[in-house]
């Protein structure tokens, strides 16, 4: 059967509420301004952009914020054909601070956890080269339930499976559970991408880059993509040289929030074009500095491909 779709991106649709005041954490800002978010999403809609066939599966209510996000996805060429709309629960929200660093986080989650397995037919999986989630989407039943059963059948059918491990206690009920759910999901040799700060939070503390390899290697990932900030990136494949990079010189940071998810995006265009690592990893740094010179999302006026 030939792979249709170049990438399912499940998990999380937000509203994120960015904030207006630059370095102000969210007891200080006054102003925000409305963009669409989450992970998955940003990552769908990336790679529409980029010219793949990306179909995002997700849930938001039937209220002004979902017209708002399908509008928006819709434009970007997402396919919605999976996407959710509820009555019982309003679209999910999140505040966020507007920093040139890691940003703070407030999410008030409703319909984006509400994933079912019924959004995610066998026929999909078939037809598709790339399944990606977040640690985000994993984090909250039912979809945490959904997307690791749904995982697995992936995995079984020869797509290949990609995660981006943004993790942060809040969204968890415990530590164990987000461990053996994190755990579940490496035993199908996802692509992994993580940043230091996810791996602080994960951790607990600051682990040489070495153990977090080798922590993630044995719980079965190929191929684990460190992404570290001004100081530009670190690739670990099993039993291969590590291969690092540095970051695309920028004068003046305005926001980083996405910039993970642009990187991330990067890197599965790349390699579902069948080109080299090195090359992914290019592509990957050079949208995660366009991204860091831009408010909210990749702007929309630029030809992402040149």
């Known amino acids: 059967m030939s792979k249709s779709i170049d ?9 994120d509420f960015i904030g207006h ?3 102000k954490k969210i007891n200080e800002t006054k102003d925000y301004h409305r963009y669409l978010g989450g992970s998955p999403t940003n990552v769908a809609m990336n790679t529409a ?12 209510g039937k209220d002004g914020f979902g017209d708002y996000v399908l509008d928006k996805l819709n434009a970007a060429n997402v396919k919605t054909d999976y996407v959710q709309v ?7 929200v999140i505040f966020v601070s507007r920093t040139s660093g890691t ?3 407030i999410p008030f989650r409703e319909a984006d956890c509400v994933i079912t397995e019924s959004q995610i037919s066998t026929e999909a999986l078939k037809s598709a080269k790339v399944f990606h989630t977040t640690c985000f989407a994993l984090s909250k039943k039912p979809a945490q339930t959904t997307i690791i059963a749904k995982a697995e059948e992936a ?3 020869g797509c290949k499976l990609s995660i981006d491990l943004n993790f942060a206690n809040k969204l968890w009920d415990n530590k164990e559970e987000a461990v053996n759910i994190i755990q ?8 992994l991408k993580i940043s230091e700060d996810d791996m602080r939070r994960f951790f607990g503390e600051i682990l040489p880059h070495d153990e977090i390899f080798t922590y993630f290697h044995n719980a079965g990932v190929d191929l684990i993509c460190l992404t570290l900030g001004s100081k ?6 099993r039993d291969k040289e590590i291969i690092e990079m540095p970051a695309v010189k920028i004068d003046k940071v305005l926001d980083a929030t996405g910039a993970g998810d642009a990187f991330w995006s990067g890197f599965l265009y790349a390699y579902i074009q069948k080109m080299d690592i090195e090359k992914c990893l290019k592509i990957a740094l050079n949208l995660a500095a366009l991204k860091l010179q831009n408010v909210g999302r990749l702007p929309e006026e630029i030809n992402l491909k040149e």
């Open 7 to 15: 990438i399912l991106c499940v998990g999380e649709v937000l509203i």
């Open 21 to 23: 005041q630059s370095e």
């Open 49 to 60: 952009r980029l010219g793949l066939n990306t179909f995002l599966i997700s849930t938001v």
């Open 86 to 92: 509820i009555k019982d629960k309003p679209t999910s």
């Open 103 to 105: 940003p703070d986080f």
């Open 155 to 157: 995995y079984r059918l």
């Open 184 to 191: 579940a999901y490496c035993k199908y040799k996802p692509l």
């Open 232 to 237: 530009g990136v670190k690739l670990s494949q």
